[in-house]
């Protein structure tokens, strides 16, 4: 193949790539959004039968692996966990504010947030969910499940949105560390997604004491410089598991998992924050 | 393989990707074309796929179109030099069109992503093209 092969067969390829560049502007035109969710639909459709067979056949594997009353008690315990490492954030997040505050809310997750649930309808390197702008949900707006943080919509069509995951490599979460069932913070840092499975905690101070079993909670504050809205406060994200002390002199590292079994995510919510009228 | 076979073929694939197996088939099969077919087919099934990959993932229309492009197009620009039909070159091409791939779609940096790909894609990537690559070397032997 000659560099004149090469000329002659550049355009295609770039009248092609125009055309891309001329659709994705044409996007904000009405007739590109009709035809547009006109063509999700039964994309959408297929997608779900699909994802929840194969969710079912994965289910049906595990009991036949481990008997139904095996996957019972494993379902059950992984609940229980938890819902046990919930409620110790919460218990240390009630203790530091004000009690008769928490009497009068009546609620662990602030009164201002509304949810709007979704069912996962597809896996790929972000989670697909089936709502999208008419339901509400913009980009940048976080997603949770029992209470523990999944992530935040990175792309929002009309009727379904993609959610970057917390485990993602570009994820960079601002973090307050607490040991369950104790009062006040233990330490400070930043969570970041590593190879789509774990987290990785870095930027910890050396003096300050984090040990494995202590849980990972977003803190709320600084803007992450990648993000257009920042991460909501006291959002269980997950538990140490592995300290490293490290050769560096100022910070620790340490590793943290998701409470939450990701792959397999069923229902999910998406937090609206709203303003309450006084 | 006709084109309108090939496109179904990507449906099927982009389907699977989604739901079911979460690996870059839709590049395997672009940079495969990029990588043996004609010119003009390569630049539509990137475009085509895409579009699809666009309405499969939820992302705005076009966007995947413009990135499978870009790559298919460095692909084959540089397929003449790949006579030679090396494993570590196909990696190479193979992990860097993931590894692009994932930064223009997703703004994600996966370093073990991109290795696992460019892995499995040149085992299939051989296997496929056995048959050719040894029509090739024939023919050279010939000439």
């Known amino acids: ?278 | 393989m006709s084109f309108t076979v090939l496109i179904l073929i990507t449906f099927v694939m982009l389907l699977v990707q989604t739901t079911l197996i979460p690996f870059d088939w839709a590049l395997v099969l672009v940079l495969s074309e990029a990588l043996l077919a004609k010119d003009k087919e390569i630049a539509w099934l990137a475009f085509v796929t895409g579009l699809l990959l666009d309405l499969f993932l939820g992302k705005p229309w076009g966007l995947s179109s413009a990135a499978l492009l870009i790559i298919a197009f460095l692909v084959f620009s540089v397929r003449r030099y790949l006579l030679t039909r090396k494993l570590i070159v196909v990696y190479m091409i193979a992990f860097f069109g993931e590894f692009f791939f994932n930064y223009l779609l997703f703004r994600s940096f996966n370093l073990l992503r991109a290795g696992f790909f460019a892995m499995v894609f040149s085992l299939v990537y051989f296997f496929f093209s056995a048959k050719e690559i040894k029509d090739n070397q024939e023919l050279k032997l010939k000439i």
């Open chain 1, 1 to 278: 193949m000659s560099n004149k092969d090469i000329r002659k067969a550049v355009k295609p390829f770039l009248i092609l790539f125009l055309l891309s560049l001329i659709i994705m502007y044409s996007t904000k035109f009405a007739l590109v959004k009709k035809a547009r969710s006109l063509l999700d639909r039964p994309i959408l459709f297929l997608q779900r039968s699909v994802f929840s067979a194969r969710q079912k056949l994965g289910d049906s594997l595990v009991i036949l692996r481990s008997g139904q009353e095996k996957y019972q008690e494993k379902t059950l315990l992984e609940e229980k966990t938890r819902n046990l490492a919930v409620t110790s954030g919460q218990l240390s997040v009630c203790r530091e504010e004000s009690a008769a505050m928490r009497r009068l809310l009546a609620a662990p997750l602030p009164p201002a947030w509304n949810f709007i649930p979704a069912k996962v309808i597809g896996r790929y390197q972000q989670l697909k969910i089936n709502v999208g702008k008419k339901a509400g949900v913009e980009s940048g707006m976080v997603v949770i499940a029992d209470e523990i943080l999944v992530g935040k919509i990175d792309t929002a069509g009309d009727y379904t949105s993609s959610v970057i995951l917390v485990t993602d490599s570009s994820v960079k979460i601002p973090v307050v560390i607490r040991t369950p069932g104790n009062p006040g913070i233990k330490a400070r840092g930043l969570i970041n997604g590593y190879f789509d499975e774990r987290l990785s905690l870095s930027e910890v101070l050396k003096s300050e004491d984090i040990k494995e079993g202590d849980l990972v909670f977003s803190s709320g504050e600084d803007k992450s410089p990648d993000s257009e809205i920042d991460w909501l406060p006291d959002l269980l994200i997950g538990k140490i598991d592995k300290v490293e002390e490290g050769k560096e002199k100022v910070f620790k590292k340490a590793w943290a998992y998701s409470l939450l079994d990701l792959q397999n995510l069923r229902y999910v919510f998406v937090v609206k924050v709203v303003q309450i009228k006084k």
